[in-house]
């Protein structure tokens, strides 16, 4: 699925007048692609991809879209892992059992190796397996784009280079198409062979 957006506009109003974040902004990523997008702090990568998400008023947003952010707190603490993966397998897929929606749960888990981990609640896990459990709900809704805002910028570097290869290895054999945030050239460099700079697709560098 390709992502194209062409001269967008977003600008959140303050009581002290409002702020352009994105300005005439442009991007297109074709299907299968890994991209990396990179810029500094506040200067409006999660605002994009929200964008991208469909999580403004005029868009849409679908179960073929996924975003992973960065904070390592979105599974619903009050649901076992396995629970978080059939429960969103189950509203994106009426009508399946929950037999059915328990095992494609487990064959995702399986995917970032975390299958052992099934009855677990999000507390019990550290946040390196919170974000493969947020990449394994990806995976079992079948999206075909995911949006990685900063996923794995708390773990420690052991942790980032398992969620690295875990990362690559999906993308490849689920031909995914992935537009990664990040603000670290290391990472972007190490994920992807196509970087864009945040300020080259804006129409100017927020301040
Ligand atoms: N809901 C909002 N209402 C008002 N202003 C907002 C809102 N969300 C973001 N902003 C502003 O928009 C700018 C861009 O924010 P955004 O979160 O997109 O940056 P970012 O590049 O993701 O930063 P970081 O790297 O720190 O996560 C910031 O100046 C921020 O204060
Ligand atoms: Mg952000």
Request: glycine content about 8%; hydrophobic content about 40%.
């Amino acid at each position: 699925m390709d992502i194209k957006l062409n001269g967008v506009t977003k600008e959140y109003h303050h009581e002290d007048g409002k702020v352009r974040v994105l300005d005439n902004l442009s991007l297109e990523v074709p299907s299968g692609h890994f991209v990396s997008v990179i810029g500094p702090s506040g200067c409006g990568k999660t605002t994009l991809l929200k964008l991208i998400a469909g999580f403004d008023h005029d868009a849409k947003p679908s179960k073929d879209i996924f975003m992973i952010f960065q904070d390592s707190n979105q599974l619903f603490p009050w649901r076992t892992l396995g629970s978080n993966l059939s429960y969103a397998i189950m509203k994106t897929n009426k009508g399946i059992g929950k037999e059915k929606a328990a095992e494609k749960a487990k064959t995702a888990l399986e995917d970032v190796g975390l299958l052992d981990f099934y009855d677990y609640y999000p507390h019990q896990l550290s946040g390196g397996m919170k974000q493969r459990g947020a990449l394994a709900r990806a995976l079992a809704v079948e999206s075909k784009v995911l949006l990685m805002d900063e996923p794995f910028s708390s773990l420690d570097r052991d942790n980032k280079e398992i969620a690295y290869a875990l990362l690559l290895k999906i993308w490849r054999e689920k031909k995914l198409t992935i537009i990664f945030v990040t603000h670290d050239l290391e990472e972007a460099k190490k994920l992807s062979g196509q970087i864009l700079y945040f300020e080259d697709l804006n129409g100017k560098i927020p301040v």
